[in-house]
């Protein structure tokens, strides 16, 4: 091989540099929305009542803002209007799924007293959390969170493998803190596992894993269809009609 072709295949150093510079500050990226969502985890949960109705929409306001300055796209986000309408039809069909399996499960005996949550004991109460505090409180902050800006700046580093697990591990993980009084408020997990100290490292773990799992499947929709939309629409037919399912069975058990 001639010394010129050798010299063609070597990158110049500048090249390289560039490349590292580049790789550089999108794990830079990664780190500081990881770093965000703790400290925004910890505030929203750990400090004042109010602080968990602001904290965790004004986070996701200004990492998606971060992102942007950073050259993501809307596309990359999963904002794009190119894919509303895949979005659409996949946020269709996952409602209808859920609402079946709900009713299904409201249905039977047996799985009954997994929907007796204390939070949302009464009608009125359930119609408030789901048509406004989950969705602007939780699904949409959350979705724009991680499905949006992580999910976007995790695929530009490791691609869909990195996304799936990397995200959905965090996802999970994003909900210890909301699931230490999962069996002492839930009438079918306190039967379960009691409402002690086992009780409630199982409902953590329970909960970190159904939502680990939650977070993939909301991954899967999210690049599938190549929205926001379907993914959203998942989240909030799990929590929010999940609430009303459940005051609907505390209404018609008492």
């Given at each position: 091989?001639?010394?010129?072709?050798?010299?063609?295949?070597?990158?110049?150093?500048?090249?390289?540099?560039?490349?590292?510079?580049?790789?550089?500050?999108?794990?830079?990226?990664?780190?500081?929305?990881v770093?965000?969502?703790?400290?925004?985890?910890?505030?929203?949960?750990?400090?004042?009542?109010?602080?968990?109705?602001?904290?965790?929409?004004?986070?996701?306001?200004?990492l998606?803002?971060?992102?942007?300055?950073?050259?993501?796209?809307w596309?990359?986000?999963?904002?794009?209007?190119?894919q509303?309408?895949?979005?659409?039809?996949?946020?269709?069909?996952?409602?209808?799924?859920?609402?079946?399996?709900?009713?299904?499960?409201?249905?039977?005996?047996?799985?009954?007293?997994?929907?007796?949550?204390?939070?949302?004991?009464?009608?009125?109460?359930?119609?408030?959390?789901?048509?406004?505090?989950?969705p602007?409180?939780?699904?949409?902050?959350?979705?724009?969170?991680?499905?949006?800006?992580?999910?976007?700046?995790?695929?530009?580093?490791?691609?869909?493998?990195?996304?799936?697990?990397?995200?959905?591990?965090?996802?999970?993980?994003?909900?210890?803190?909301?699931?230490?009084?999962?069996?002492?408020?839930?009438?079918?997990?306190?039967r379960?596992?009691?409402?002690?100290?086992?009780?409630?490292?199982?409902?953590?773990?329970l909960?970190?894993?159904?939502?680990?799992?939650?977070?993939?499947?909301?991954?899967?929709?999210?690049?599938?269809?190549?929205?926001?939309?379907?993914?959203?629409?998942?989240?909030?037919?799990?929590?929010?009609?999940?609430?009303?399912a459940?005051?609907?069975?505390?209404?018609?058990?008492?």
């Amino acid at each position: 091989m001639s010394d010129q072709a050798l010299v063609a295949e070597t990158p110049h150093p500048l090249i390289e540099q560039l490349s590292a510079l580049h790789h550089f500050r999108i794990y830079a990226d990664i780190a500081v929305v990881v770093v965000v969502l703790a400290l925004t985890n910890l505030i929203a949960h750990f400090t004042t009542p109010w602080a968990s109705f602001a904290t965790v929409p004004a986070a996701a306001i200004g990492l998606l803002l971060l992102v942007r300055s950073r050259g993501l796209g809307w596309t990359e986000l999963g904002l794009g209007r190119e894919q509303w309408k895949s979005g659409a039809g996949y946020a269709l069909a996952a409602v209808a799924l859920v609402v079946t399996v709900i009713a299904i499960g409201a249905l039977l005996p047996w799985t009954r007293p997994m929907f007796m949550n204390n939070n949302y004991a009464t009608i009125s109460g359930a119609l408030l959390a789901s048509m406004i505090i989950i969705p602007l409180q939780t699904v949409i902050p959350e979705e724009v969170a991680f499905r949006g800006v992580l999910h976007g700046a995790l695929d530009r580093a490791w691609g869909w493998r990195g996304v799936a697990a990397a995200g959905s591990l965090l996802f999970g993980l994003w909900h210890i803190a909301t699931s230490f009084g999962l069996t002492s408020s839930n009438v079918g997990f306190t039967r379960i596992f009691g409402g002690g100290l086992l009780g409630t490292v199982a409902g953590v773990a329970l909960a970190v894993a159904a939502t680990a799992f939650a977070g993939f499947v909301f991954t899967w929709l999210r690049r599938r269809s190549g929205s926001l939309i379907a993914p959203i629409a998942l989240h909030w037919s799990l929590n929010g009609l999940g609430a009303l399912a459940a005051a609907l069975v505390w209404h018609l058990s008492t």
